[in-house]
């Protein structure tokens, strides 16, 4: 994450897109370069329909707002009209077998996070709905959640990339996230920057995806329709790190119905660091021998 001088522009650019035809070194560079980018059809139409049938009915019986168990400061970033809904390993089947094995999502992880940590993993997954009359998000970075970065300087790499997938249409009206590209750059004396005002929105249809880095200032932007706004948030980051949401009660016959790639995305096989050595291991074994796991 390399600092920069720059002045934030009152007219600041919007979000780089392209097609999911796009070569993986291409797209990633595109991410490095601005923060952010959109991934046109980055999912197929009946990926979308499968997917918003099998959350449904999990959806409609998730309450509004943060969850009382939550951190004070997650209470702070989800909306009283804002739906966050985790477990999807459990509850959808589509997002077990096609989104964990997405070709191009592993592409662009592996190159952010393979040369300088090893494998990576799932922090979190959750279906993300604004609802009408919610007000804009703050504006926020997600890496803060690791408190390293405080520590990091200007040349470390980065901690996360998040898949954000389109499951309805991304409008202004509906709060379509909003982003400003080229935050992930900036020094901490541009932190100031960081207001409604240089935002722009992350417009996209259903099956579209904005791909964007942990370090980028963000939030949600204000429903003033009468539609939910509904997303799939996937977000990796290395295996060093622990996720947000674990895995442990997932019952052993739909793990051992998943690739070993999945598997190891939902923390259920060992991983190796950059250096090679088996980490998450079970007795010094790897997990998935010791466990006579199953794919």
């Known amino acids: 994450m390399k600092y920069m001088s ?92 096609t989104i964990l094995n997405h070709p191009l999502m ?44 405080r520590y990091l300087g200007p040349d470390a790499p980065e901690l996360m990339v998040n898949f954000f997938i389109a499951l309805t249409e991304f409008r202004e009206d509906t709060g379509a996230t909003r982003l400003i590209p080229g935050s992930h750059r900036w020094s901490p004396e541009e932190i100031a920057g960081a207001v409604p005002e240089n935002t722009v929105g992350a417009l996209m249809q259903p099956g579209d995806a904005v791909l964007y880095l942990g370090s980028v200032w963000h939030g949600a932007g204000e429903n003033r329709s009468t539609e939910n706004r509904r997303g799939l948030s996937v977000t990796m980051h290395p295996a060093h790190f622990t996720p947000m949401e674990a895995h442990v009660d997932l019952p052993r016959d739909l793990l051992e119905g998943m690739t070993p790639l999945a598997q190891k995305m939902v923390g259920w096989r060992s991983w190796c660091g950059y250096h090679g050595v088996p980490v998450w291991t079970v007795r010094d ?9 199953k794919s």
């Open 6 to 97: 720059m002045t934030v522009s009152p007219r600041p650019n919007p979000v780089r897109t392209v097609d999911a035809s796009t070569s993986s070194e291409k797209i990633s560079q595109h991410l490095a370069s601005d923060g952010a980018v959109i991934v046109r059809q980055f999912i197929p139409d009946s990926v979308v329909t499968a997917l918003n049938e099998e959350v449904d009915p999990y959806l409609s019986a998730t309450i509004t707002g943060p969850r009382a168990s939550t951190g004070e400061l997650y209470k702070k970033t989800v909306g009283s009209r804002t739906k966050h809904m985790g477990n999807l390993a459990a509850i959808s089947p589509t997002y077990r077998t």
């Open 106 to 149: 592993h592409a662009i992880s592996g190159s952010f996070f393979t040369a300088p940590f090893g494998d990576y993993w799932v922090n979190r997954a959750a279906v993300l709905q604004v609802e009408p009359g919610e007000k804009a998000q703050g504006l926020h970075r997600d890496d803060s959640l690791y408190g390293i970065t």
């Open 285 to 293: 074994c790897r997990m998935e021998d010791e466990l006579a796991l």
